[in-house]
């Protein structure tokens, strides 16, 4: 695929016997199966999607035999289904509508739906909120370009000043974090100032850091819910994801409005949703702070010696504070950068001003020294695949 396409096969689903089939945002490594939080679907007896779903796979397939992209695509490949015209079928016993999209558009044969049309018909078609769980958003044509990538960035604020639609936006706080997020969140939440009925609220999802050093429960969902429909995804909300890698997402619609009283799909993932936004992992961003997401950052904020001022008191080596597998170090300068520990024990960066001394809160004893049995039985502690159908 990298040779074709400049970048990376990144669709996760199987077909079985053009009957049954998986799709989520789990890869097949013991990663994803045990450390990290995923979300996925298993879908019985329905031949009609899982056979556009293989012709997916079987164009992925035909791939191996060519040393180029097709203008014209075969028509075994075509799409059976989209947003215009979705498969109607029923799902767990209520009514629904489901097709499938891919990406990018050089990868897409004829009647098949691009990822970011699907995106932005559920973002248009929601009345009421918009959740989204996605483990990087960056409205950047690549995490180092300098290109502003307003496609899916727009349809948001669209939905936020224009229909007044209640969005939540959960963001991965992890090693492959760019810092640049938190500023285009701030972006979005500073629509809302002094606007009636407009309501954005960002989180970041911090994975639990264990004794040894690694972290578990890194939030990998890449999906995201209405009030009438599901999107699930393969790709990161990042510009140059949907233009040079192959990834697939599956949108299921349901209106919930019979009075049957059978949950729908999007009632399950709209309760896992929640269940992560309510979860002690999730912390809410605050103004001018830029949580660290990364240890190798913490490191470089925290100098091992430090030029002498006049006279100190103390001569000896400043103790070493270890918090969640983290050590930072205190110190004292009018010119470093000001680090601190926030009320849900995160390390945060002021980046708006200097001051002389970095101190924990008086939360960060009561807060950190949470045993692990405790912790364990947090909703969204650890990796959790979601079956839901």
Not at 263 to 269: A, G, I, K, L
């Amino acid at each position: 695929m990298t040779a074709l396409t400049k970048g990376h096969l990144l669709s996760s689903f199987w077909v079985i016997d053009n009957k049954h089939f998986y799709f989520g945002s789990a890869s097949m490594d013991w990663r994803s199966l045990a450390t990290r939080k995923e979300l996925g679907v298993v879908v019985y007896n329905c031949s009609c999607l899982a056979l556009d779903l293989h012709k997916v796979f079987s164009l992925y397939w035909g791939l191996q035999y060519k040393d180029f992209i097709p203008t014209f695509w075969s028509k075994r490949l075509f799409a059976l289904f989209n947003r215009d015209q979705p498969l109607e079928l029923t799902l767990n016993s209520t009514k629904a509508q489901a097709y499938v999209s891919t990406s990018p558009d050089v990868l897409i044969p004829k009647d098949r739906s691009s990822d970011l049309e699907a995106i932005s018909r559920v973002i248009l078609n929601a009345r009421r909120f918009i959740y989204i769980s996605i483990p990087d958003y960056l409205p950047l044509f690549g995490m180092n370009s300098k290109r502003y990538w307003s496609r899916i960035d727009g349809f948001i604020r669209e939905a936020l000043l224009l229909r007044k639609v209640h969005v939540r936006l959960l963001i991965s706080c992890w090693e492959n974090t760019n810092p640049l997020t938190f500023n285009f969140l701030w972006s979005l939440k500073s629509l809302c100032m002094e606007q009636v009925n407009c309501s954005l609220e960002a989180k970041f999802f911090r994975p639990r850091v264990l004794r040894d050093g690694n972290v578990q429960g890194i939030n990998h969902n890449r999906f995201m819910v209405t009030d009438g429909a599901i999107y699930l995804g393969n790709l990161d909300w990042v510009g140059n994801e949907f233009s040079h890698n192959a990834g697939a997402g599956l949108v299921i619609s349901q209106s919930g409005d019979e009075d049957d009283g059978n949950s729908t799909v999007v009632d399950h993932v709209r309760m896992a949703f929640e269940r992560d936004w309510f979860s002690l992992h999730t912390h809410s961003l605050q103004p001018n702070k830029i949580p660290i997401c990364n240890k190798l950052q913490i490191d470089r904020l925290a100098p091992v010696k430090l030029p002498h001022h006049g006279k100190i008191n103390d001569q000896r080596p400043a103790p070493i504070r270890k918090k969640e597998g983290f050590a930072t170090r205190r110190f004292s300068n009018k010119s470093l950068l000001n680090t601190h520990q926030d009320a849900t024990g995160g390390l945060l960066i002021e980046n708006y001003q200097e001051r002389g001394q970095a101190k924990p809160s008086y939360h960060d004893n009561k807060k950190l020294h949470v045993n692990d049995k405790d912790s364990q039985t947090a909703e969204s502690s650890g990796s959790r695949e979601s079956c839901l159908l």
